[in-house]
């Protein structure tokens, strides 16, 4: 099956800085997806981005499928943007794998 | 309306208790999924169902029982749990799942956090 691995798997942050999260996969997929979960276990999704580049305020993510990566990037960030960050992907007829994720600390 | 609602939020059960949890949707998808999520791990995939059918089972223990009354509601039953089924359980839903595996977005709900003494 397809392996997603992601980096780093921590970053701390003082707020107001940006940070970019990336998403290796080692196989092509038909799907990727972004998801925020916050202290409270809520996993909220930021983005379905098989290919192409995406955003949301201060939130966007680009795929390079052909070079099996995503990366996300965080502009200004604020203490809510913390949690955990997981980049999750697959291909038609098999399940989500999810990455390891990447754990995010923002600091006022 | 992108939501997915899981209940209870909590449920604490003995292991020889039985009980079950519940997730709704209203969105229209036709493919559901319970994940298991345990402390500072990733979600892992246990069922998934496609118009209301099982389709994917990952190995998951008979003591886990999902069952789909209606392309809105999915339910996990629980019974003879073990102290290391605690996880927090995770219902989600996509417009359709082509064999199982989805191609769509997934929408997650908040959530069962589940202890077993």
């Known amino acids: 099956g397809i392996q997603v691995e992601q980096s780093p798997p921590d970053l701390i942050l003082q707020e107001g800085a940006n940070s970019t999260l990336r998403c290796n996969f080692s196989?092509?997929?038909?799907?990727l997806q972004w998801f925020h979960q916050n202290p409270w276990g809520q996993l909220i999704n930021l983005f379905y981005i098989p290919s192409g580049t995406k955003q949301n305020g201060r939130l966007s993510a680009t795929t390079v499928a052909t070079e099996r990566y995503s990366l996300l990037y965080i502009s200004s960030s604020q203490t809510t943007d913390s949690g955990v960050y997981f980049c999750?992907?697959?291909?038609?007829?098999?399940?989500?794998?999810f990455g390891k994720g990447t754990t995010l600390s923002v600091s006022s | 309306d992108t939501e997915v609602t899981q209940t209870p939020k909590h449920l604490v059960m003995g292991m020889t208790n039985k009980k079950s949890l519940k997730c709704e949707q209203h969105m229209g998808h036709r493919a559901m999924y319970w994940y298991k999520q345990k402390a500072k791990k990733p979600p892992e995939l246990m069922f998934v169902?496609?118009?209301?059918?099982?389709?994917i089972n990952e190995s998951v223990p008979s003591r886990f029982s999902p069952e789909c009354p209606n392309s809105s509601l999915l339910n996990l039953h629980l019974h003879a749990l073990q102290p290391e089924d605690s996880a927090l359980y995770l219902c989600?839903?996509?417009?359709?799942?082509?064999?199982?595996?989805?191609?769509?977005?997934?929408?997650f709900g908040p959530g069962t956090r589940l202890t077993v003494l």
């Open positions: 196989d092509s997929v038909n799907n």
């Open positions: 169902y496609s118009y209301e059918k099982l389709s």
């Open positions: 989600a839903s996509s417009h359709h799942s082509r064999q199982g595996g989805g191609s769509d977005t997934q929408y």
């Open positions: 999750a992907c697959n291909q038609a007829g098999t399940a989500l794998i």
